[in-house]
């Protein structure tokens, strides 16, 4: 075999791995969306609506017109239940597009089919012109969202001037603490993470981006049965803010209408 012959051999065997490997991920992706549908249908879907109504009673959503975003929503649970409290249009932001198709289904069914859209988007560069939302929800997300300084900066830079984001993982603070305990239970008592560091992480991220309108959530903290409700952040967009690259990260150029 000649050296030519030999290099388009391996050039081939290159390329036949990387569509391996291309579709053993497409198949992962797959497998974690349904996952999490599974999930959302079963063990956390009495999270949803009680989460719904404190939101749209925290952020005073119910008769506010405009965009809402929920950044990492996967099957859009959430999204559903915000439609039934409030007048917005939702986004289903989310890195994974499996998700897309049941949640498309399912606001149809529910009714509400043309007050939302889904996109493909990764929280470290969104897809969105700059001032575009007027509210950002993201429940049980941003752990993975990898480097939170340009995340958290990216849901800054898309927020409109005076919008408000609502960010964590957990319970909603309305559950009761023994329905909370059941529901943790059957999970396995729940994420094994330290809020209070998860805390004093989100402080120095808002530091960091300068970003002083802001209010951390640790719903019933120190709970005589240690049930964990989880951390949520808060921060509202500086209402005579008009660029964002304060937050030292360049805007995105790419835009969604």
């Known amino acids: 075999m ?31 969306a349904q996952r999490m549908i599974a999930a959302a249908e079963g063990g956390l879907a009495p999270v949803y609506a009680p989460l719904a109504e404190q939101l749209v ?38 890195i994974n597009p499996h998700f897309f198709p049941y949640f498309l289904a399912r606001a149809e069914t529910a009714g509400f089919s043309g007050r939302v859209s889904a996109i493909r988007a990764d929280a470290q560069r969104l897809p969105f012109r700059d001032h ?27 927020l409109k001037p005076g919008g408000t984001a609502y960010i964590g993982r957990g319970l909603p603070a309305s559950m009761p603490l023994e329905e909370a305990r059941t529901l943790r239970r059957r999970h396995g008592s729940g994420p094994k993470y330290d809020v209070a560091e998860t805390e004093q992480r989100l402080r120095r991220i808002m530091a960091t981006l300068g970003i002083t309108d802001y209010t951390i959530h640790r719903p019933h903290a120190g709970n005589p049965q ?3 409700y989880g951390i949520w952040l808060q921060f509202t967009k500086s209402a005579t803010e008009t660029h964002a690259k304060r937050c030292g990260f360049p805007g995105n150029e790419k835009k969604v209408e």
């Open 132 to 158: 575009y939302a007027d509210v950002i929800v993201s429940r049980g997300s941003f752990q993975f969202w990898g480097d939170h300084e340009k995340a958290f900066a990216e849901v800054y830079r898309v």
């Open 57 to 94: 009673r925290t952020l005073d959503l119910a008769d506010m017109n405009g965009i809402g975003i929920d950044l990492g929503s996967g099957p859009g649970t959430l999204i559903v239940e915000l439609c039934r409290r409030s007048k917005l249009h939702w986004v289903n932001a989310d």
């Open 226 to 228: 240690a049930v964990n």
């Open 2 to 32: 000649d050296n030519r012959s030999h290099q388009r051999r391996v050039a081939l065997c290159i390329l036949l791995l990387s569509l391996c490997g291309a579709a053993g991920a497409e198949r992962s992706r797959q497998e974690a």
